[in-house]
C-alpha cells in the first residue's frame, strides 16, 4: 500500500545533542510537509517542501531545519534540542492538484528530550 | 491569520447517543476542510475530507457538513460506540503559491462510556 512512513515512531535524545527525523513516502507527492505537536495542542506548521522549493514559516525557531534529498524523503533536522522541542512529528504529503489537494500523513515521532 | 476554534474542548456521552462537535473558523476564504481523530500519543487518521466545492461527506455513522459563508463546520457521529473515544481535529485548508497548508483547531476529546 502507499503510504507515509516515518522512522522512528519514538526519540530521545539529550538536551543539545542534534536529532535528524525521517520520512519517506511511497505515494509520489510533490509536497511534504512537517508539523510539530505539543502535548494537548494543534499541530502546527513547521515548513514543507514543493518539490525542491523550501518553504519555511515566519515563527519557526532557526532550531529546526529540513532537508530533501529526493521526491521520496524528507528529514527534519533539530540542531540543538531543548526541553521544549519534545513533542510530537508529524509528516505528510499532498499531490497539487490531485485528490483536492488532500495532506496524507505518518503515524508521528514522539521526540522526548532528556 | 486564519483561526480554528473547536467547541467543546472535552464531552463524555454514554454509548449510544448522537452528537455533534463544532468548528469553527475565521477566515472563509478557505479551499477545503478536513475532519482528524487522534488517539492518545498516536498520529492522525483522516476521517472526512470536504473540497472547496462541497457542502458534506459521509462515511459510516459519520457525517461532516461545511458552511464556508459562516464559517462553520460541524462532525455528526451517529449511534456513539466506546471506540470513538478519541481526540478530533479540524483542519482548514488554505491555498498558498508553495501548494496547500492546514491550519488544525485544538481538539474535542470526546469520552464515550458504557
Redesign the interface.
Known amino acids: 500500500d502507499a503510504m507515509v512512513i ?1 522512522n522512528p515512531r519514538y526519540q530521545v535524545t539529550q538536551f543539545g545533542k542534534p536529532v535528524t527525523l525521517s520520512c519517506s513516502q511511497t505515494l509520489n507527492h ?2 511534504m ?1 512537517w ?1 510539530q505537536q505539543k502535548s ?6 513547521l515548513f ?1 517542501y ?1 518539490d525542491k ?1 523550501f ?1 519555511n514559516e515566519a515563527d519557526t525557531p532557526d532550531n529546526f531545519q529540513s532537508r530533501r534529498p529526493n521526491t521520496s524523503f524528507c528529514f527534519l533536522d533539530i540542531r540543538s534540542p531543548g526541553l521544549g522541542d519534545a513533542a ?1 512529528y ?1 509528516c ?1 504529503t ?1 499531490r ?1 492538484r490531485q485528490s ?9 515521532t ?1 521526540l522526548t528530550v532528556l | 491569520k486564519q483561526e480554528v476554534t473547536q467547541i467543546p474542548a472535552a464531552l463524555s456521552v454514554p454509548e449510544g447517543e448522537n452528537l455533534v462537535l463544532n468548528c469553527s473558523f475565521t477566515d472563509s476564504a478557505i479551499y477545503n476542510l478536513q475532519w482528524f481523530r487522534q488517539d492518545p500519543g498516536k498520529g492522525l487518521t483522516s476521517l472526512l475530507l470536504i473540497q472547496s466545492s462541497q457542502r458534506e461527506q459521509t462515511s459510516g455513522r459519520l457525517n461532516a457538513s461545511l458552511d464556508k459563508s459562516s464559517g462553520r463546520s460541524t462532525l455528526y457521529i451517529a449511534a456513539s460506540q466506546p471506540g470513538d473515544s478519541a481526540t478530533y481535529l479540524c483542519a482548514v485548508y488554505i491555498l498558498t503559491g508553495g501548494g496547500n497548508k492546514l491550519t488544525f483547531g485544538t481538539g474535542t476529546q470526546l469520552k464515550v462510556e458504557l
Open positions: 516515518q510533490n509536497v510537509y508539523y494537548s495542542q494543534a499541530p502546527k506548521l514543507h514543493y522549493d518553504n510530537m508529524l505528510a499532498s497539487v483536492g489537494n488532500e495532506q496524507f500523513f505518518g503515524p508521528g514522539r
